[in-house]
Each structure stands twice: as structure tokens, then as C-alpha cells.
């Protein structure tokens, strides 16, 4: 019941300009930390899938957006490695 919300929320948030709209910043992080969110999300259920969304948006500086990191959602998920 909470994975489908959440899902529309991300999607809301994205088609409607994402950070750049709602923040004034861009993610340094290829994908974006909006879809690696919603990867995980799908990827690994509700819970799993916020923690790593949430340890991927602490990692996101805003102030250096000089360059964009390929990070992808990992494939097995280890809390311990994040």
C-alpha cells in the first residue's frame, strides 16, 4: 500500500521539475537522486529502499556540481556498506 504512494510521489516530484524546481540545485549524482530512490524502492521494498535513498541524499552535495558520479543502485542490498 505504501510502495505504490511513494512511487507517485517521486514520479510527482520529478515531472514537476524535481530538485531544480523545488531546491534551486541539481544532483551530482547520475541517475538522479530522485530515480536512485525510486529504484530502490521498486528494487528492494519500502523499507530497504528509503534507507539507501536516504544515505544517497546525504551524499548529495549541492555545492560542487562540477562533475556528475555514476553511482547505480547496488544489486544486492548490505545496510552495513552504506
Known amino acids: 500500500m ?6 507517485k510521489l517521486i514520479t510527482y516530484y520529478r515531472r514537476t521539475g524535481g530538485g531544480q524546481r523545488w531546491f534551486a540545485v541539481d544532483c551530482n549524482f547520475e541517475p ?3 530515480a536512485y530512490t525510486y529504484i530502490a524502492i521498486e528494487r528492494y521494498g519500502v523499507r530497504r ?17 562540477f562533475c556528475k558520479c555514476i553511482e547505480p543502485v547496488p544489486e544486492t542490498f548490505d545496510a552495513k556498506a552504506n
Open 32 to 34: 538522479t537522486c530522485s
Open 2 to 7: 505504501l510502495k505504490p504512494l511513494l512511487l
Open 49 to 65: 529502499g528509503v534507507l539507501l535513498g536516504w544515505q544517497r541524499i546525504r551524499r548529495c552535495s549541492q555545492h560542487d556540481s
